[in-house]
C-alpha cells in the first residue's frame, strides 16, 4: 500500500491564483491599516484557499509485475557454420537460467529463421513484432544471440531497454569468398564480353596464400581450372557459345579449415544475342514475289543484307558474254569462297545454273552447310529444269529430288500432322484460313521434316539438318500471294520470319529442346518435341540428388512440368539426348556473403541505450541490474534495468478540508479576528 497527498481544485488554476493574488493584497492592507486581527484573517484566507485547491489523501492498494527480458536467438543458416549452432544453444539454456533465478523477472524467447526469399536474417523485424506485444514499461532488457549478420539493422525500432549482444563465432575463423562484381544480361555472340571477379579471404585467414584455383564451367560442361590471385579484381573476358541462355559457373575448391563453401560459387547466366544477322539473298530471274524476300530480310534492323539479283532473261540471246552483263563486277569468288563463312544464311530464290557460279562455288556452299551454314531454297519452274540448282554439287545437301513436273494447278497449303507440332508452322496465324497458291514444284524423296503440304499431299517445304548446318526447300514460288491478300491472304510474313530464325539456330525455334524458368526455388520445365509423347525429366539438384518430373502436354509439341527445388545452387536437366542447366537464386545466399562473426551492423542498436557485446567464446556473460542512462555492460557482465512496474488494485481518497471543517474553520477565524479587532 502507498499513500500519497493529491490535489484536484475546485475551479480553474488561473482563477484559483486570482483568488490568491485578492487574499494576499487584503492582508496586506489590513497589516498597513494596523489591524490586529490580520492574522486571523490570513488564517481563514489560507483555509478557504486551501478548500479551493481541493487536498486528498490518497490510499493505493498496487501488485508488483514482474520485469520481462526478451531472449531473441538467431537460427538462420549463417549460425549452423562452425561449432556456432552448439555455441548458441549452450549460451541460451545458460542465461535462461540466469533470468529464471532472478525474482520478479519472466522471459520470452524469440527464435529468428532465415528470412523468405535471401533476405537474409530479419532480426529486428523480429525483434519489433515481439515489442509490440509487450508493455514496453515492464521490458528489463533485451539479450539477442546471434553472429551479428543482420540485414535489418538499419530497422527503426523504439528499444524501451538496453539491448545487448552475445557474439556467436571463432576469433580464429577465417573464409574464401567468390564474388561477381558486374555481370551482362545480355551479350553478342561470338564476342568476349568481360566480367569482373573477386576473391577474398575473409578474417583470420592463414599467412602466404596469395593463389587461388578457380573452375569455370559453361551450361554444366567439364570445367577449366585457372590459378589466380587473392584480394584482386579480375577481369575475364568470356565468349558466349550460342544463343539464349549460357549459364557460367565459376568455383572453388574448399579451402583447409575455411567456414563454408556456400560462398565458393558464382552462377551467372547470360543471354547470348546476335550483332548482326548476315544473310545473302541470291535472286536467278525478276518475278513478282522477288521483292518479298527482300522486303522481309530488310524490315528487320538487326539484319544485314547482300542481295545478287540476275535481271537479264535467260530467253534474250543477243551474244553478250555472261560475264560481261552486270553494270558493275559482282564479288562472286569473294562472297562464295573467301567471305562465306561470314553470313549466317543463304537464299536461293529461283535460282538455276547459269554458268555465273561455277560448280567450284557450289560445292562451297554444300560445305559451308555441313560445316554449320543454313541455306534455303525457294523453288521456281526453274528447280525442274534441266538448269536445276539440284543438278549441282548443291543437290547432295537438298532435301527432296525434283520430279521436272511443275504443277499449275490451284491448291490450299496445308500444316502437316508433323507441322503442327514443329515450332516453324506450328499455330500459324489464320488456323489454316488462307488463301491458295497456284503452283508448286513436284518433289520426292523428302529428307528431314516435311511440315507443309500442297497438291495431293505432295512435299511443300522440307526442313533438314545435314550434319552440322541446317537446310529448306520451299517448293513453291507463290508464297508472295499471301502478302497480296490473294483469295484472303495468309501468315507469309510471319512464316518466312520463322522459317529464316529456325535455320540460323534460334533457340526459341528448335524442335527438339528443353528448357527451364525459375520464380524463387520453383522451376517451370518446358519440353518441346516432335514426338507424340515424352519421358519425365530427370532432374538433379546441387547435391547431386535425382528426381523426376512428369511432364503435361499443354500444346502441339509442348510439354511442361513444375519441380520444387530443395535448395539453392545449379540444377541439372536431362530428357534423353536433350539436357539444360538452371541456377535456382544466387549461388552464395546472401546469408553466405558476409560469413565472418562481427558486431558491426548491430553495434549502433546496442550503443544507442549503452548495452554491450559479449563473445561466447570468452564465457556467457553474467546479468546486473543497472539504474537506467548508467552504462550497461562491462567485462563479463551485462546489464538489466528493474522497471518496478505495477498495477493498481484499490484506489482510496480522503479529503483533507471537508466542506462542514472549512466552514466551521473559516467562520471561527473570522468571528475571532473581528471581535478582537472590535476590542480596539
Not at 555481370?183 to 569482373?196: K, M, N, R
Not at 561455277?358 to 560445292?363: C, I, N, Q
Amino acid at each position: 500500500m502507498t499513500a500519497t497527498l493529491v490535489f484536484d481544485p475546485l475551479i480553474p488554476l488561473p482563477l484559483l491564483l486570482m483568488v490568491i493574488m485578492v487574499a494576499l493584497v487584503g492582508i496586506i492592507l489590513a497589516v498597513l491599516r494596523g489591524l490586529n486581527g490580520w492574522p486571523l484573517r490570513a488564517l481563514a484566507a489560507l483555509v478557504v484557499l486551501g478548500a479551493l485547491a481541493g487536498p486528498s489523501y490518497q490510499q493505493e492498494d498496487r501488485a508488483p509485475l514482474n520485469d520481462i527480458v526478451l531472449l531473441v536467438s538467431d537460427e538462420s543458416a549463417s549460425q549452423k557454420l562452425g561449432a556456432r549452432a552448439g555455441q548458441t544453444r549452450r549460451a541460451e539454456e545458460t542465461l535462461a537460467a540466469s533470468v529464471a533465478a532472478r525474482p520478479n523477472t519472466e522471459l520470452r524467447r524469440i527464435t529468428v529463421g532465415d528470412g523468405e526469399g535471401d533476405t537474409g536474417t530479419k532480426l529486428m523485424t523480429a525483434l519489433a513484432e515481439a515489442l509490440a506485444e509487450e508493455p514496453s514499461a515492464r521490458v528489463a532488457g533485451i539479450l539477442a544471440l546471434s553472429d551479428g549478420r543482420i540485414h535489418d539493422a538499419d530497422l527503426p525500432v523504439d528499444l524501451p531497454a538496453p539491448m545487448h549482444l552475445i557474439l556467436s563465432g571463432q576469433s580464429t575463423d577465417w573464409d574464401r569468398r567468390l564474388t561477381v562484381r558486374n555481370a551482362p544480361a545480355f551479350a553478342i555472340i561470338g564476342e568476349p564480353v568481360t566480367l569482373t571477379l573477386r576473391i577474398d579471404d575473409l578474417g583470420a585467414a592463414p599467412a602466404g596464400q596469395e593463389l587461388a584455383v578457380l573452375d569455370i564451367s559453361i551450361d554444366g560442361e567439364p570445367a577449366q581450372s585457372f590459378r589466380v590471385p587473392i584480394g584482386q579484381d579480375l577481369d575475364l573476358p568470356v565468349t558466349l557459345p550460342h544463343g539464349g541462355r549460357n549459364v557460367i559457373r565459376f568455383s572453388l575448391p574448399q579451402a583447409e579449415g575455411e567456414l563454408t563453401d556456400r560462398n565458393n560459387a558464382a552462377l551467372i547466366q547470360i543471354n547470348g544475342v546476335r550483332d548482326r544477322l548476315r544473310v545473302l539473298l541470291v535472286s536467278g530471274e525478276p518475278h513478282p514475289g522477288g521483292r518479298t524476300w527482300r522486303n522481309l530480310l530488310k524490315s528487320d534492323s538487326s539484319v544485314d543484307l547482300v542481295h545478287f539479283t540476275i535481271l537479264r532473261p535467260p530467253e534474250k540471246q543477243d551474244g553478250v558474254p555472261v560475264n560481261e552483263l552486270s553494270l558493275i563486277a559482282f564479288p562472286t569468288r569473294e562472297l562464295f569462297m573467301d567471305k562465306i563463312d561470314d553470313f549466317d544464311l543463304i537464299i536461293f530464290d529461283r535460282y538455276k545454273r547459269r554458268g555465273i557460279l561455277p560448280a567450284l562455288y557450289l560445292d562451297n556452299v554444300a560445305n559451308y552447310i555441313r560445316q554449320g551454314g543454313a541455306v534455303l531454297v525457294a523453288a521456281g519452274p526453274d528447280f525442274a529444269s534441266a538448269d536445276s540448282i539440284f543438278r549441282s554439287p548443291l543437290g547432295s545437301v537438298l532435301p527432296a529430288t525434283p520430279t521436272a513436273r511443275v504443277l499449275e494447278d490451284p491448291y490450299l497449303p496445308q500444316v502437316t500432322d508433323l507441322g503442327k507440332r514443329h515450332p516453324v508452322t506450328v499455330d500459324l496465324p489464320g488456323n489454316g484460313d488462307w488463301g491458295r497458291w497456284l503452283r508448286q514444284i513436284d518433289v520426292a524423296d523428302p529428307q528431314g521434316h516435311v511440315v507443309m503440304e500442297g497438291i495431293d499431299g505432295r512435299p511443300l517445304l522440307v526442313l533438314d539438318r545435314v550434319e552440322e548446318g541446317r537446310v529448306a526447300l520451299l517448293a513453291s514460288d507463290h508464297a508472295w500471294l499471301w502478302s497480296r491478300g490473294y483469295e484472303g491472304g495468309g501468315p507469309q510474313l510471319e512464316l518466312l520470319r520463322r522459317l529464316a530464325h529456325w535455320m540460323m539456330k534460334e533457340p526459341e525455334l528448335e524442335e527438339e529442346a528443353l528448357t527451364a524458368t525459375a520464380e524463387g526455388q520453383n522451376m517451370r520445365i518446358l519440353r518441346r518435341t516432335l514426338g507424340e509423347t515424352v519421358a519425365p525429366v530427370t532432374v538433379t539438384d546441387p547435391a547431386g540428388n535425382s528426381s523426376e518430373v512428369t511432364m503435361t502436354q499443354i500444346g502441339p509439341g509442348t510439354f511442361e512440368g513444375n519441380f520444387q527445388g530443395p535448395e539453392i545452387g545449379l540444377y541439372r536437366l536431362a530428357n534423353g539426348e536433350q539436357g539444360a542447366v538452371i541456377g535456382l537464386g544466387p549461388a552464395a545466399p546472401r546469408e553466405f556473403v558476409e560469413t565472418i562473426a562481427s558486431e558491426e551492423a548491430l553495434q549502433p542498436v546496442v550503443s544507442a541505450l549503452r548495452g554491450g557485446v559479449a563473445r561466447i567464446e570468452d564465457g556467457v556473460p553474467r546479468l546486473r541490474n543497472v539504474r537506467a542512462g548508467r552504462p550497461a555492460a562491462g567485462r563479463g557482465w551485462v546489464g538489466l534495468t528493474p522497471r518496478g512496474a505495477y498495477e493498481t488494485l484499490d484506489v482510496r481518497q480522503t479529503p483533507i478540508l471537508p466542506p462542514w471543517l472549512v466552514l466551521i474553520l473559516a467562520t471561527v477565524l473570522i468571528t475571532t479576528g473581528w471581535l478582537r479587532e472590535g476590542r480596539r
